[in-house]
């Protein structure tokens, strides 16, 4: 069984780099061998739409022998989502310069089938570095659980 189940974040993180980072409160314990599907949600803002962001999903140890993602992003208020999709837990989803408000919500579905126990934990970062970084905000939350 993995350990993660509902996390929430009440410290902000910020991160100013165009090399993914861990995210430092969304982390989970995986079992060789079983299933385990989940959302993140993340509330941030972005100091300049330029640096754009990106997350994938290879800040652990575990291994996959599936994984599939989806990636919503809904920024500076806009109705318009855009969606992403990775199939490999060190594929990144970004976002292109540009696409970034001041204030954004990423909604990550995901699903993976471990394959060597270990830790599982998304990473994020810019993809320019045009600005101030990108702040991970209170109240962003995790949910994951183990599959029948």
Do not use: H
């Not at 350990?3 to 995210?23: H, I, P």
């Not at 696409?99 to 993809?127: D, E, H, R």
Request: proline share 1%; charged share 10%.
């Amino acid at each position: 069984q993995q350990t993660s189940g509902l996390k929430y974040r009440t410290a902000t993180q910020t991160l100013d780099s165009t090399t993914l980072t861990a995210d430092d409160t969304f982390t989970a314990t995986l079992v060789a061998g079983r299933k385990y599907s989940g959302i993140a949600v993340w509330f941030g803002t972005i100091g300049t739409a330029a640096d754009g962001f990106q997350i994938d999903f290879n800040g652990g140890t575990a291994t996959a022998t599936a994984f599939a993602a989806r990636m919503l992003v809904d920024s500076g208020g806009s109705v318009a989502c855009n969606v992403f999709s990775s199939a490999a837990l060190d594929t990144a989803m970004t976002t292109t310069a540009g696409t970034v408000g001041t204030t954004f919500t990423v909604i990550a579905y995901f699903s993976i089938t471990c394959n060597a126990a270990g830790t599982f934990i998304p990473k994020f970062a810019k993809i320019a570095d045009a600005g101030t970084g990108v702040i991970l905000g209170v109240g962003s939350f995790w949910f994951m659980e183990d599959m029948p």
